[in-house]
């Protein structure tokens, strides 16, 4: 059963991950202090770059789409780098990204710290750009407050008749994700779950990574998942999959991949709606193709 964890548990975990950075650590808690308490962060925000590395955003606001790096001195060393790693996150998520430099470099080239009182003045300007930025979506309706009752509930998504990746939908367990599809149970543990509407659509829950007989992989862009097999068991499935996908050439494929936020707690994240691609796949790798991001939820 997945872990209990109130909001006052969620932010002292999250300051305690970046205790041992003191700069971080003063932002960052500043920040968390300063903002309403319907706008949502997630500190260590992980981000897959388009070259299929990883970055790590120092705090993500996932309801405006923007990311806070603080740099501290050593980031003085590493302008190049980190000015391509910021353009890399921007690619692949189209957010923004705002830094905060918590260093100066004097007439003799050697670099100094800012007084605190800067940096902290500095931070309250960002904290007042994330208030404007929550007003102006929240005038064209487009921004939904951070209810932390319901952050991993199914029910605020039958509520608004859809799934959107963009949307960064996330549950614990897959009971819940499934309620969003019909499913009238307590409790399932199951790769995959055929939706009972009348469709021969279903959804799955794989992990995204290499695991037991799977080497699973999502594209950096998000648009194609690679479900490989590296055994013989495993390359077995993948003929009955194909042969099945060929009856049914109209399944599509609703995708919760299996990860782990940023305290390390399991959670299965909604990626979009995908269908087979018989063409491009093959004995040992079946080849999904993202066909929509938003997917309307049939709970009735």
């Not at 897959?48 to 309801?63: E, V």
């Not at 008749?161 to 949307?167: H, M, R, T, Y």
Request: proline fraction near 3%; charged fraction near 30%.
């Amino acid at each position: 059963m997945a872990e209990e964890l109130s909001r006052t548990d969620f932010i002292l975990r999250s300051l305690k991950k970046i205790s041992h950075k003191q700069w971080e650590l003063f932002i960052i808690s500043r920040i968390i202090h300063g903002i309403d308490a319907d706008i949502e962060f997630v500190c260590q925000q992980l981000v897959l770059r388009p070259d299929g590395g990883r970055a790590l955003t120092d705090i993500y606001f996932p309801q405006l789409g923007i990311h806070l790096e603080v740099d501290e001195k050593h980031h003085s060393n590493q302008v190049d780098q980190d000015a391509k790693r910021n353009e890399d996150i921007v690619l692949a998520t189209g957010h923004e990204i705002v830094n905060i430099k918590t260093f100066i470099n004097s007439s003799d080239d050697k670099t100094m710290h800012k007084r605190i009182d800067d940096v902290a003045e500095e931070t309250d300007k960002f904290i007042q750009r994330i208030a404007s930025e929550k007003a102006r979506k929240a005038k064209l309706g487009e921004f939904y407050p951070w209810d932390w009752e319901f952050s991993f509930s199914s029910k605020k998504w039958i509520e608004k008749g859809f799934l959107d990746s963009k949307e960064n939908p996330v549950f614990r367990a897959q009971a819940e994700a499934l309620r969003c599809f019909g499913f009238k149970g307590k409790a399932l543990q199951r790769g995959a779950w055929k939706i009972p509407d009348g469709s021969t659509d279903v959804v799955w829950f794989p992990r995204l990574y290499k695991y037991n007989m799977w080497h699973n992989k999502l594209s950096p862009d998000g648009s194609r998942i690679y479900e490989i097999a590296t055994c013989h068991e495993a390359k077995k499935s993948i003929e009955s999959q194909l042969d099945d996908a060929k009856r049914h050439p109209e399944r599509n494929t609703i995708v919760f991949a299996k990860a782990k936020d940023s305290l390390g707690r399991n959670l299965l994240r909604f990626v979009g709606t995908f269908k087979i691609n018989l063409h491009d796949s093959s004995e040992d790798c079946v080849i999904f193709d993202l066909i929509r991001s938003r997917e309307p939820v049939r709970s009735d």
